[in-house]
Every structure is written in structure tokens, then in C-alpha cells.
């Protein structure tokens, strides 16, 4: 009677409530599991085991697809900076699916204050930034940099610092750049494609559509010094932005480019 009356757009929004409460669901027992799990090893490395496979399925329940391409050019037994665009929530899922390493998030502070989900990522040892307070976030940089030391993972940063609005890639923040130079861990540029169309800021719409991740060459950041995080940044941007175009030119049919 619902998807009679309202169409096109009762489908969709019954789509989302499936969505959102399997994501509820799974996430209350993923992350139960990986509490559990973290109470006899304590180096977050059980929440990374764990949240690959929560992407993995949130993706397939949400009739997700995903690819990626470059993986060839990234050492398996390497700890890296991986930087990404930000486009839609589902990009953290294609991150966790996608990349095959241990990765812990420079997330916003805001989810820490999430039952099950903040608990499961505290133990995993992510690292919460306050946006709106510099210092803060410079003290984040260096707390980050300690915990990559003492339990070697690779971290995923979202330069932009929150998703886009409108699909066009804003300024990136310096702190992927100094955690690199100050951590001497390779840069990695990735575009995540096509995934803002799948859900929208603000959008009760959830398109099920194939997104893909494209990686690129790491960024050697030891010839580079702290004074030059200002030009490390820009270059960065300007290989995400190269990466984008790559796989935009491969696929003519995309809605995201």
C-alpha cells in the first residue's frame, strides 16, 4: 500500500529504514564481537579485523558493489597515510572493505559519544580530532603519530574534514601531510568514485550502484620538512584530484566525476 501510494520514492525510503536498521543491527553485534575480542589483545588490531568485515556486509546488504585498482602499487608488510576524498558515509565502508590493512581513523570527536560504535572505536585505538579547536587538533597529529609507533597500523585521514555538499572536492586540511612528514610513513592519494550519488548529506535515499576506490602512487615525505606541509598538501590534492579524472576517463557512464 506504501510503495502504491508514494511510488518511486516509498521504495526508496523503505530501502533506507532496511538500510539503516541493518547497520544498527550489525553494528551492535560487530561491535560487540570486536569488544570482546579486544579484551585479550589490546592493540586494536581485532576492531580492524572486525570492521572489514561489517563493510563488507553493510555494502552487500545495501546492494553495493565495489572495485579498486592500484593496489600493485602498495607494500602489504608497509605502514601508510592514506588519504581519500570524502564524498558520502559509504566511503568509509569502501575503505575498510577495500584496502587489506589494519587501518585506524583520524575521526571527529563527536563519535566517541556513540554506544557500541565509539566504544568498539576507542579500543581499536582510532584517533578522535576536535575540527573547531587547532590546538587540539595539532595535539591529535602528535597522538596519532605515538600510537602509530607503538602499535604499527596505517591510518586513513579525510583531508576535507567532513563529506562534500555537492560532489566537488573541497580544500584539504594539512594534517594527513604533517602526520606524515613527522611519522616518515608514505602518503597514499586515493579517489573514492561514485559513491555520492549512493546516499547524500541529508538524503532518506539510498541508490545501490557499484563505487570504486583508486589508489595511487606513494608519496615519499622524508625529503620534506614541516615548513613545507603547505606545498605536501597541495600536491596531494592535486594526485587525488589526477586519480579521479583517471578513473572518470575510464568510465564515461559515471554520475560522479
Not at 81 to 104: G, K, R, T
Not at 200 to 229: A, C, M, N, V, W
Amino acid at each position: 500500500m506504501f510503495t502504491t501510494v508514494y511510488g518511486h520514492r516509498g521504495h526508496r525510503l523503505i530501502r533506507f529504514i532496511w538500510v539503516l536498521f541493518n547497520i544498527i543491527i550489525w553494528t551492535l553485534i560487530w561491535a560487540s564481537i570486536g569488544i570482546v575480542l579486544s579484551l585479550f589483545d589490546w592493540s586494536g588490531r581485532p576492531i580492524a579485523w572486525v570492521a572489514k568485515r561489517w563493510s563488507r556486509i553493510l555494502l552487500y546488504i545495501s546492494g553495493i558493489t565495489y572495485s579498486i585498482n592500484g593496489l600493485e602499487h602498495l607494500n602489504p608488510d608497509q605502514q601508510y597515510v592514506f588519504i581519500a576524498n570524502h564524498e558520502s558515509a559509504f566511503d568509509i565502508f569502501l575503505v575498510f572493505a577495500a584496502l587489506p590493512y589494519s587501518l585506524v581513523f583520524l575521526a571527529k570527536k563527536e563519535l566517541k559519544k556513540i554506544p557500541f560504535l565509539g566504544w568498539a572505536m576507542i579500543l581499536g585505538r582510532h584517533i578522535f580530532v576536535e575540527r573547531k579547536n587547532h590546538n587540539a587538533a595539532l595535539a591529535s597529529i602528535e597522538l596519532a603519530k605515538k600510537s602509530l609507533q607503538k602499535y604499527p597500523r596505517s591510518i586513513m585521514i579525510f583531508p576535507e574534514g567532513t563529506r562534500s555538499l555537492d560532489g566537488n572536492m573541497k580544500p584539504f586540511k594539512k594534517g594527513g601531510a604533517i602526520l606524515s612528514i613527522q611519522t616518515g610513513l608514505p602518503l597514499v592519494p586515493m579517489a573514492i568514485c561514485d559513491t555520492f550519488d549512493v546516499v547524500k548529506k541529508g538524503s532518506f535515499s539510498i541508490i545501490p550502484k557499484p563505487i570504486h576506490l583508486e589508489i595511487g602512487h606513494p608519496i615519499d615525505t622524508s625529503k620534506y620538512s614541516f615548513e613545507e606541509r603547505n606545498r605536501v598538501t597541495e600536491l596531494l590534492r592535486n594526485k587525488v584530484v589526477n586519480l579521479k579524472s583517471t578513473w572518470a576517463a575510464r568510465e564515461p557512464n559515471s554520475t560522479n566525476i
